[in-house]
T-cell receptor, first 114, second 113 residues
Framework: NAGVTQTPKFQVLKTGQSMTLQCAQD?????MSWYRQDPGMGLRLIHY???????DQGEVPNGYNVSRSTTEDFPLRLLSAAPSQTSVYFC?????????????FGPGTRLTVT | EDQVTQSPEALRLQEGESSSLNCSYT??????LFWYRQDPGKGPEFLFT???AGEEKEKERLKATLTKKESFLHITAPKPEDSATYLC??????????????FGAGTTVTVRA
């Protein structure tokens, strides 16, 4: 199993550009989520999904869109990038019945918006 | 609002020099407190769960303890491979949101040989 994979690993965007961060898992996990990690702050939940076709907002959803058309994939879309979205983004997954703290994290995408 | 504060921000240790990391928290009823390890360029990896004051968990050179207001992660006789950022997170009781976790900013530990 590859576990949770994220692409790209690094990305630089200009203000106003859009892009999609990819996340995939091969563990057949129902639950997937996106976090951002900023210096001096803890991980913050952006969006999450409890199954294909079901998504919900987390703590900091503004400026981000998600969709979940398959169990395996959970892309995060930045509609119009802003410097405040410079961060490291982590995708995570877990199976139904597992506690949230047991979720598996991907390696992260480091995004810089200039 | 749930808050998690970790100290110190950074800790530099000599190999074999034991020390402790602190995680203080305020939460509306604690369901669980969790410790993670995060290596550079990687996502967090789960280490321990603690549920009630007085509880302790151990794994190799790491021991986590919990009181009603804080948790400590003790590193005994650390080795260079223990260098990482250690994250603390809390989950409140009876949350309508199963995803509700509040993370601290972490303590970055560097162990020199």
């Amino acid at each position: 199993n590859a576990g949770v994979t994220q692409t790209p690993k690094f990305q630089v965007l200009k203000t106003g550009q859009s892009m999609t961060l990819q996340c995939a898992q091969d563990m057949n996990h129902e639950y997937m989520s996106w976090y951002r990690q900023d210096p001096g702050m803890g991980l913050r939940l952006i969006h999450y999904s409890v199954g294909a076709g079901i998504t919900d907002q987390g703590e900091v959803p503004n400026g981000y869109n998600v969709s979940r058309s398959t169990t395996e994939d959970f892309p995060l879309r930045l509609l119009s990038a802003a410097p405040s979205q410079t961060s490291v983004y982590f995708c995570a997954s877990r199976r139904r019945g597992q506690e949230v703290y047991e979720q598996y994290f991907g390696p992260g995408t480091r995004l810089t918006v200039t | 609002e749930d808050q998690v504060t970790q100290s110190p921000e950074a800790l530099r240790l000599q190999e074999g020099e034991s020390s402790s990391l602190n995680c203080s928290y305020t939460v509306s009823g604690l369901r669980g407190l969790f410790w993670y390890r995060q290596d550079p360029g990687k996502g967090p990896e789960f280490l321990f769960t603690l549920y009630s004051a007085g509880e302790e968990k151990e794994k190799e050179r790491l021991k986590a303890t919990l009181t009603k207001k804080e948790s400590f992660l003790h590193i005994t006789a650390p080795k260079p491979e223990d260098s990482a950022t250690y994250l603390c997170a809390v989950q409140p009781h009876a949350s309508s949101n199963d995803y509700k976790l509040s993370f601290g900013a972490g303590t970055t530990v560097t162990v020199r040989a």
